[in-house]
């Protein structure tokens, strides 16, 4: 079978706190190319303008605002060259949505199935830890690890296969994501 183009486009995904952002940030002192998380971007933003898209003001805008940012993303990384990691991807929101008992819009639907990243998606489970809040993370633990369960019934839905990220050292991780046979 012929690699499709979205095979280089890799996403992890999981619940707040889990260290995804960590892990993304280690892949980019590692030299590779990555795509940020929309979320905490649209949350700055927001909180900048007194904006409304905010997910404790207004969950389907703030969905919205983090679905347009995705569409940008996911095309620049098409555009340019190389594996590029993703932290989430378009099934996130669908997962979001679902987690706040709020209709997913056709216009999402079409992007999570549309849209593609490599089939084979890494999940990093909720960690009590290393989980915190902050200014732009005010869910409580409880709410990241039913973060995670959605996106664990999400991504199958949308056809990807999950690996589940090991709870070890950011640079452990990355040696993981490095060398697994579904990054390469």
């Known amino acids: 079978m012929m690699p ?70 996911h095309a620049e990384a098409l555009a340019g060259g190389g594996t590029v990691f993703f932290d989430r991807g378009l099934p996130d929101i669908a997962g979001y949505l679902t987690l706040c008992g709020l209709p997913i819009p ?29 200014t732009e993370r005010k869910q409580d633990f409880a709410e990241a690890e039913r973060t995670y369960a959605a996106m664990a019934e999400t991504y199958p839905r949308y056809g990807y296969a999950l690996v589940e990220l090991p709870r070890a050292t950011i640079a452990e991780r990355v040696a993981f994501l490095s060398h697994h046979p579904a990054s390469g």
């Open 4 to 73: 499709q183009e979205t095979d280089r486009l890799i996403v992890i995904t999981g619940g707040p706190g889990a260290g995804k952002t960590s892990l993304i940030e280690g892949l980019v002192a590692e030299g590779h190319a990555v795509q940020p998380e929309a979320g905490r971007a649209v949350i700055r933003d927001q909180q900048a303008v007194g904006g409304r898209g905010l997910p404790w003001v207004d969950r389907a805008l703030f969905a919205n605002l983090i679905l347009a940012a995705d569409l940008r993303s």
């Open 106 to 134: 056709d216009r999402v639907e079409r992007a999570a199935r549309e849209l593609r990243y490599r089939c084979t998606v890494f999940i990093a489970p909720p960690w009590p830890e290393i989980f915190t809040q902050d």
